[in-house]
């Protein structure tokens, strides 16, 4: 007999499962290859978060499976709001312009700053694996709960993505996985900078844009210039800075555009 694995959901607390048969001998066979895994926060292919569970242990708790977890590749945006030391009752409230009834589905988590999966103060989304994707809000142009949607980031944004630096990590490279869109109109209501092409610094981002490496970055390309001057091509972006990894996006009170999906690949020192 040979051995087979079992299919595995991989979302959190730590599992162990292992199953044997016995042969006519009296000696067991492993059947199924024991399997221990971390029940972490996950995303389903639709981008609804969950929690990693064996599949067992998800229909016996009432949970629908959702797919296979995502092998800590996934685009979790868990967002973080700190409440100090506050007493309840914690108020979540959703404001809303439209008449259109809206659904909702979300899921809290309480921690504390000894949590392993708490954030480092100021980090509003927080990463803790060595690569992954770091995806500005309303990115996605679909979702399980809703139709088809215009994907914009919001006005006055400024917040900080903050990841995890990995063991013998020395820098951040960045790339561009989606379509890129941070803009940026000057007083007459113009672009500032043309359509598909990066832009550089305050004079192309003076309002919305992507903090990397104390780089500002906008415009549908991700290019800092430093290793690809022509700036209709996106271009990777490294930041080698020592010290917490902190990505910062900010937008003004007017004009939005699709926002960004970049990958981050952390690099180890020896490179
Ligand atoms: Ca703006």
């Known amino acids: ?87 309840g009752p914690l108020i979540f409230s959703m404001q809303t312009i439209t008449e259109e009834a809206r659904l909702y589905s979300i899921k809290i988590t309480q921690l504390t700053a000894w949590d392993q999966l708490a954030a480092p103060t100021g980090c509003l ?22 139709i088809l949607r215009s994907s914009s980031y919001m006005n006055n944004f400024n917040y900080a993505m903050c990841i995890e630096r990995a063991p013998n990590s020395c820098s ?26 990066a832009g550089v610094e305050i004079f192309n981002c003076p309002t919305d844009y992507l903090l990397i490496a104390a780089v500002r970055l906008c415009g549908e390309r991700l290019n800092d210039g430093s290793v690809l001057q022509d700036f209709s091509l996106d271009a990777p972006v490294t930041d080698d800075s ?19 999906k970049l990958h981050y690949q952390q690099n180890s020192c020896a490179k």
């Open 172 to 197: 951040v490279t960045y790339t561009n996985v989606g379509e890129m869109q941070i803009v940026n109109y000057d007083t007459d209501g113009l672009p500032v900078i043309p359509p598909q092409q």
């Open 125 to 146: 989304q927080y990463f803790k694996e060595d690569q992954g994707h770091l995806e500005s809000f309303n990115y996605r142009d679909r979702s399980e709960i809703g």
């Open 242 to 260: 020592a010290g917490p990894i902190v990505i910062r996006f900010r937008s003004d009170g007017i004009y939005t555009g699709r926002g960004f």
């Open 1 to 87: 007999m040979t051995r087979s694995r079992r299919k595995i959901r991989r979302c959190l607390p730590r599992s162990r499962y292992s199953y044997r048969e016995y042969s006519p001998q009296g000696r067991f066979l492993e059947v199924f290859e024991v399997v221990q895994f971390e029940h972490l926060p996950c995303t389903s292919d639709t981008g609804l978060e969950g929690t990693c569970l064996h599949e067992i242990d998800c229909t016996n708790q009432g949970g629908t499976g959702m797919g296979s977890c995502a092998d800590g590749f996934g685009t979790c945006c868990i967002v973080y709001v700190e409440v100090s030391n506050v007493e």
